[in-house]
């Protein structure tokens, strides 16, 4: 709650950047976490997807996306890292294993203190429904946005874009 905020009462930094190594430094911090449950992370796509942001708060949204990603994917299961580079912007999606988010929650998941109707406990017993919406607050204060990407195969999909600092 404090990191929440702590992020809507303060300006975004505005340094150069490189989201893939960003990424690559998140899914690196994230391993051992999955290492524990047996889940492999596969990272796949662009390098090199300049932009002028903050560094810290990228970092912080990746590893809220990445942690719940360990947290909703069955031991023994994987959860891939997409970068893809878009006219004018680049998309990060973090695909788990898990139970996927109903349509009907796929927006509320963003909104402080959500947590699906389909959770339970004792099943998931951490998080108190803020890190979706710190990933939505990073992307929305970098000039993006996050959602739920509509897939036909399990799992969740949540989608990070941000705009690219170069024309490509």
Do not use: C, K, W
Request: no cysteine.
């Amino acid at each position: 709650l404090l990191d929440l905020a702590a992020l809507r009462a303060r300006e975004p930094e505005r340094g150069e950047l490189d989201r893939a190594e960003i990424v690559e430094r998140a899914v690196h911090g994230a391993r051992g976490a999955a290492a524990a449950r047996e889940i492999s992370l596969e990272v796949h796509g662009t390098t090199g997807l300049p932009a002028r942001g903050s560094p810290r708060e990228l970092r912080h949204a990746l590893d809220n996306l990445l942690s719940n990603a360990v947290t909703h994917t069955p031991a023994g299961s994987r959860i891939e890292v997409s970068l893809e580079r878009l006219p004018h912007r680049a998309r990060v999606v973090v695909r788990d294993g898990g139970e996927g988010i109903p349509e009907a929650e796929r927006t509320r998941v963003f909104e402080p203190f959500h947590r699906g109707q389909n959770r339970d406990a004792s099943v998931h017993p951490r998080g108190q429904g803020l890190g979706l919406a710190i990933v939505r607050d990073v992307a929305v204060r970098h000039g993006g946005r996050a959602y739920v990407v509509d897939e036909a195969r399990a799992g969740a999909a949540i989608a990070f874009e941000l705009a690219t600092s170069d024309a490509s």
